[in-house]
Structures are given as C-alpha cells and as structure tokens.
C-alpha cells in the first residue's frame, strides 16, 4: 500500500521565507556598488569645504581664502572693529553684527560684490567695490550702494584645533 505523504505547512513557511531573505540579500548586495557610486567622491567632498589655519591670521589682519571658486574673506578683527560693529546699525540691509559672526573676532563672509559680483577692495573701515563704488562695513553688512544686500556669510565652523572650516562636509 502507497502512502502519500502530505508537506508540512510549517516546513513549507520556514523555506519561503529563508528564501525570501536570502532573495532580499542578495537584492540589496547586488544594488550597493551602484548605489554607493551616486555618493559623491572623496575628491568633491574635499572641494565642497576650505580649511583655514586660524593661527596665521594675526589680529587686524585678513586672509582670502578660495572656497568653491569663490573668495572669502576671513577677518581677523580688534577689539576696536567688534566694538564699533556690535554698536552699529546696518541701514540698508538691516541686520545686526551678532547674527552675522559665530565668534565675534572672526568674520567670514564671500568676497563678492552683491550688486553685479565684483570682488570688493579691503578698506579701514570695511570694503569698497572698484566696479561701481558699493561700500561695506567690517561686518560685511552694506553701507553705501547700489549693492542691495550685505556680503553672504557662507556656512562655516571651528574646528578643535583653532581652524576654520568652511562649508559643509
Ligand atoms: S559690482 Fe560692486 S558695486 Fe556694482
């Protein structure tokens, strides 16, 4: 006599879904080059930042620094610049020396006129566009036009060992 033997249903589950896994393994290994291929590449990543060597720039002093083909001007700045800036009020593009500092004996800001994009000249008292005579103050905040707005302050941090990061990693 033939005996049929019937699956057992537990069994049957227990395959299906070990090969369900191992299916979505292999899925998700067989993706990850490509994947990870659409991370940007260490090379860009190191070009998306600019580090600066706080230690070089004496005070009163200030270092131009190429950050994604742009300058930007870091400032180094008295006690009589922070003083005179924290007092100040911005007219034109009114905003306060406080929101545009980090620490306020360093400014950063993107050396590009906000008027048409010339590069402004350092000044005592700030900056002075060549290209149509805009006028910034050393908080980089616009005193004097046709520039509309005060220069950008790109996104930045200190890092422990007194540099300068700008830009995002
Ligand atoms: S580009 Fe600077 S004032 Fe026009």
Redesign the pocket.
């Known amino acids: 006599m033939a005996s049929e033997e019937q699956p057992d249903p537990n069994r049957r589950d227990f395959l299906g879904l070990v090969t369900g896994v191992v299916g979505a393994v292999g899925v998700a290994g067989a993706c990850w080059p490509f994947i990870s291929s659409m991370n940007p590449s260490k090379e860009v990543k190191s070009e998306a930042t600019a580090r600066v060597d706080l230690g070089s720039i004496p005070k009163g002093k200030t270092h131009t620094v190429e950050w994604q083909g742009k300058p930007v001007f870091v400032v180094h700045r008295t006690d009589e610049q922070i003083a005179e800036m924290a007092a100040k009020e911005s007219q034109l593009d009114r905003q306060t020396d406080a929101a545009r500092v980090q620490q306020p004996q360093w400014l950063v800001v993107v050396g590009i ?6 590069v ?1 000249n350092r000044t005592q008292e700030g900056w002075s ?6 006028v910034y103050d050393n908080s980089g905040r616009v005193v004097r ?3 509309p707005k005060n220069l950008i302050v790109p996104h930045y941090e200190f890092a422990a060992d007194n540099t300068l990061i700008i830009g995002e990693a």
């Open positions: 006129c906000t008027h048409l994009g010339c402004p566009c060549p290209c149509h005579g805009s036009g046709p520039a």
